[in-house]
C-alpha cells in the first residue's frame, strides 16, 4: 500500500502569512493527488486535484504543485476561515485511497 | 446542488452489526462511484470502502475487509455499509462521498456531514 506523510503535523501562523504544506508519497503517484480542508465539527472540502487543479470556488489563494512523490500545498495570504486541518489524499492505485494525518493550520 | 446524507449511526455493542445510509440528491446517482470515510474522535480520515457507478466493482480497506459490505440502490438514490462483527476501533464517524466526474479513480468532490458509530459495550 502507499504510504502518505505530511509536514508539519502543526503550524502556527497569522492572518496575512504565506503557508506551505508538504505531502510525501511512498511510491510514486504521477498527480493522483488532491487536497481538502476540514474545519472542526464539518466534512472535507475538496480543495485540489490532480496535484494542482484548483476546484470550482475554491479561492485563488490556494494552489498546488508537484508530481511523483512530493506535494506541496501553498496559501498565499492566511485568512480567518483558513484555519482548519488540511489533508491530502492519493487516488492513484485502485486501494486504498490514502489520506495524508493531516496538518493542522492553527491562529499564532 | 448535491446532497448527501447519512443515517442510521448509533451505540452498539462490540461484535453487533448495524448498517448505515446515504440519501443522495442534487446529481444522477446512478452514474457516480462512491465512497465510505471514517474518522475516528480527534484522529485523521480514513478511507473504508468503494463502489463503482453501477455496484459491479467494490473495494476495502484492510481494517474493514471481510466485516463490512458495501452496496447502493440506483432506483433510491442510496448507498448503504453494511458492518458486522464491529470492533471498539470502528467508533468513528462515517462519511458518506461522491467522485468527481472521470474515469477512476477519482478524488471527492462532494461529503455527508456524517453519521456517528459508537461501539461500546
Known amino acids: 500500500d502507499i504510504q502518505m506523510t505530511q509536514s508539519p503535523s502543526t503550524l502556527s501562523a497569522s492572518v496575512g502569512d504565506r503557508v506551505t504544506i508538504t505531502c510525501r508519497a511512498s511510491?510514486?503517484?504521477?498527480?493522483?493527488l488532491a487536497w481538502y480542508q476540514q474545519r472542526p465539527g464539518k466534512a472535507p472540502n475538496l480543495l485540489i486535484y490532480?496535484?494542482?487543479t484548483l476546484e470550482s470556488g475554491v479561492p485563488s489563494r490556494f494552489s498546488g504543485s508537484g508530481s511523483g512523490t512530493e506535494f506541496t500545498l501553498t496559501i498565499s495570504s492566511l485568512q480567518p476561515d483558513d484555519f482548519a486541518t488540511y489533508y491530502c489524499?492519493?487516488?492513484?492505485?485502485?486501494?486504498?485511497?490514502?489520506f495524508g494525518p493531516g496538518t493542522k493550520v492553527a491562529i499564532k | 446542488q448535491v446532497q448527501l446524507v447519512e443515517s442510521g449511526g448509533g451505540v452498539v455493542q462490540p461484535g453487533r452489526s448495524l448498517g448505515l445510509s446515504c440519501a443522495a440528491s442534487?446529481?444522477?446517482?446512478?452514474?457516480?462511484?462512491m465512497h465510505w470515510v471514517r474518522q475516528a474522535p480527534g484522529k485523521g480520515l480514513e478511507w473504508v470502502a468503494y463502489?463503482?457507478?453501477?455496484?459491479?466493482?467494490?473495494a476495502y480497506a484492510d481494517s474493514v475487509k471481510g466485516r463490512f459490505t458495501i452496496s447502493r440502490d440506483n432506483s433510491k438514490n442510496t448507498l448503504y455499509l453494511q458492518m458486522n462483527t464491529l470492533r471498539t476501533d470502528d467508533t468513528a464517524v462515517y462519511h458518506c462521498?461522491?467522485?468527481?466526474?472521470?474515469?477512476?479513480?477519482?478524488?471527492?468532490?462532494?461529503w455527508g456531514q456524517g453519521t456517528l458509530v459508537t461501539v461500546s459495550s
Open positions: 489524499q492519493q487516488y492513484n492505485t485502485f486501494s486504498p485511497f490514502t
Open positions: 462521498a461522491k467522485v468527481c466526474p472521470g474515469n477512476y479513480p477519482q478524488p471527492f468532490n462532494s
Open positions: 442534487g446529481f444522477t446517482f446512478r452514474l457516480y462511484g
Open positions: 511510491q510514486s503517484i504521477s498527480n493522483s
Open positions: 490532480k496535484a494542482s
Open positions: 463502489i463503482s457507478y453501477d455496484g459491479s466493482r467494490v
